[in-house]
Every structure is written in C-alpha cells, then in structure tokens.
C-alpha cells in the first residue's frame, strides 16, 4: 500500500534518480511564454535577467512545479504527492533551501519586472494624455475657427433678411402710394379695394380691341 502511495520509496537512490529523470523527460514543458501578456517578456526570458541560482541547473523550482503535475501523481492526495516530491528530491541531491530560493529570487524578478512595466505604463499614459491635451487644443482652435466662420454666413443671411424686409416695406409703401394715385384715375363706379383696382387698371390698360 505505501509503495503504491509513495512511488519512489523502496526504490534505490540511484534507480529512483534514473525513474525521475525518466518520468520528468515525459512531462511537457511549462507554456512560460504564452503565459506573458503580448508585447511584454515572456516569463523565462525575465527569470534570465535574475541572479537564479542553484546547486543543480536542472531542478529548479519550475521543475518542482512541473513534477508536482506529472499525470503519474495523479490521483494521490496532497500529503502523499508531497512525501514522493521530497523523495524524489532527495534522491536526486537536491537542497531544500536552493529551491526555496530559487522561488524567492524568481517571485522577486517577476515583481520587479511588473513594477517596471508598471512604471512605463504610466509614463506612457502620461505622454499619450499630454498628446491628446494637444490634440484637443489644437481641435478647439479649429472649431473656434470654424465656427467664426459659421456665426459669419448666419449673420450675413441675417443683414440679407433685414434688407429683404427693409425693401418689402418700401415696396408696400410705394404700392399704396401708387394705388392711392391711381385711385383718382379710375371710374367713380370702380371697386374702392386695391385688388378692384389692381382689375381696373389692368382692364384699362389693356389691348384695345
């Protein structure tokens, strides 16, 4: 029942080395790169640019991660998944302590490169803001011109208007001082309106037949 629980537990060191290599050389490799947004660095490329160290190249924390999902583990509890992971480990020659630092430098590299791109985001952000400040400054000089324009053609329709009115006024006025001249022309027995008169002097004025 152990030996099912714990994999590794009654096989020599050597041969327990040797399984390990195995299994783990069957696991796929983690998908670091596709786990980085786009445009940013992938996360191995960031882990280089850290001062990563440990006593064998080989067994990095990533590694730990990668064995701790090895479908051969699947189906054991957590306890029992960690008992084979240490054996495993152990066997192996691996430090305990180089892996927690490895851990440690590798969370700090990631922090460090997020507040970096933290940083650039807003210098970015600010820049872009400063752009569009100018943009709009230069929109609102723009529409201030254009809409001088505007107000100019409204008051321009509106000095045509009040000449137009101005004249029909006039025109009014001189209609009236015509048909009141006309009216001393026409028969007595003629309409008194403007439009009878407008008919009687039409009527008069007409083709003689």
Not at 8 to 20: C, G, I, K, T, Y
Request: some cysteine; aromatic content about 6%.
């Amino acid at each position: 029942m152990w030996k099912k629980l714990v994999p590794f537990a009654f096989e020599p060191a050597a041969a327990q080395e040797s399984v390990l290599r195995s299994r783990t050389a069957e696991m796929p490799a983690a998908p670091a790169e596709t786990s980085a947004a786009p445009g940013l660095a992938p996360f191995d490329e960031i882990y280089r640019g850290a001062p990563v160290r440990s006593s064998q190249a080989a067994y990095t924390i990533l590694k730990v991660a990668e064995m701790a999902n090895s479908p051969h583990l699947e189906g054991m509890s957590p306890e029992a998944r960690r008992c084979s992971l240490m054996m495993a480990l152990d066997a192996a020659g691996v430090s305990v302590d180089d892996l927690l630092q490895d851990a440690m430098i590798r969370q700090r590299a990631l922090n460090e490169y997020e507040a970096g791109q933290e940083n650039k985001l807003k210098q970015f952000e600010t820049g872009k803001i400063e752009e569009n400040r100018g943009i709009q400054a230069e929109l609102d000089r723009i529409t201030a011109q254009f809409m001088r324009r505007i107000q100019a053609n409204l008051d321009e329709v509106a000095r045509q208007q009040d000449l137009f009115h101005a004249w029909q006024k006039q025109k009014q006025q001189e209609v009236r001082r015509i048909s009141d001249a006309a009216s001393i022309c026409v028969p007595q027995n003629a309409p008194a309106s403007n439009d009878g008169l407008t008919l009687v002097l039409e009527r008069m004025t007409g083709p003689k037949r």
